[in-house]
T-cell receptor, first 118, second 109 residues
Framework: DTGVSQDPRHKITKRGQNVTFRCDPI?????LYWYRQTLGQGPEFLTY????????KSRLLSDRFSAERPKGSFSTLEIQRTEQGDSAMYLC????????????????FGPGTRLTVL | GESVGLHLPTLSVQEGDNSIINCAYS??????FIWYKQESGKGPQFIID?????DKRQGQRVTVLLNKTVKHLSLQIAATQPGDSAVYFC????????FGKGTRLHILP
């Protein structure tokens, strides 16, 4: 399968625990995005990387959240000291930027990691 | 704040009929819109996009219309099938994707 993959697909944790999710983008894509989706809502942007550089972070990304993309390939999203409000679907997407001065290329989404904080 | 939004949270359509899902946006400078389909347990899937220099774009069984005067866009699905049952989002692509709330499309037998 050459699409975006995410692991795990489901995670149940107790409040206060740390969790880490992984995203593997489409192999030639240099941009990687994280979104969060709560029940009944559309996905909300969290952060994105171009290669290994984290270029933008949403205000939704509190200090308990950290994302990395150390080699410009896969990315991890860690949530420390989880809270019940962190329960959501965490989606990853990737795209290829061809160096255009302006223009945004199609983002391909993974299946998401559903987090439940008890 | 949210720059795109859908009119109806749910829409029920008879199988075989055409479906029309509407969306409004607030920023007249917005120039790139996308429709996504999200099935249960899956991530959003790209359906069709349109840029502000176009009024209409057609794909396979889908058409997107953009009315810049009233800042409105719509997704038309021809001959709706059971496999079209999903939540549909209109979204603006600003590098990051700005999603609206979504419309759940129910297909009636």
């Amino acid at each position: 399968d050459t699409g975006v993959s995410q692991d795990p697909r489901h995670k149940i944790t107790k409040r206060g625990q740390n969790v880490t999710f992984r995203c593997d983008p489409i192999s030639e894509h240099n941009r990687l995005y994280w979104y969060r989706q709560t029940l009944g809502q559309g996905p909300e942007f969290l952060t994105y990387f171009q290669n290994e550089a984290q270029l933008e972070k949403s205000r939704l990304l509190s200090d308990r959240f950290s994302a990395e993309r150390p080699k410009g390939s896969f990315s991890t999203l860690e949530i420390q000291r989880t809270e019940q409000g962190d329960s959501a679907m965490y989606l990853c997407a990737s795209s290829q930027r061809f160096g255009l001065a302006r223009g945004y290329n199609e983002q391909f989404f993974g299946p998401g990691t559903r987090l439940t904080v008890l | 704040g949210e720059s795109v939004g859908l009119h109806l949270p749910t829409l029920s359509v008879q199988e075989g009929d055409n479906s029309i899902i509407n969306c409004a946006y607030s920023n007249s400078a917005s120039d790139y819109f996308i429709w996504y389909k999200q099935e249960s347990g899956k991530g959003p899937q790209f359906i069709i996009d349109i840029r502000s220099n176009m009024d209409k774009r057609q794909g396979q069984r889908v058409t997107v219309l953009l009315n810049k005067t009233v800042k409105h866009l719509s997704l038309q699905i021809a001959a709706t099938q059971p496999g079209d049952s999903a939540v549909y989002f209109c979204a603006e692509n600003k590098g990051k994707i700005i999603f609206g709330k979504g419309t759940r499309l129910h297909i009636l037998p």
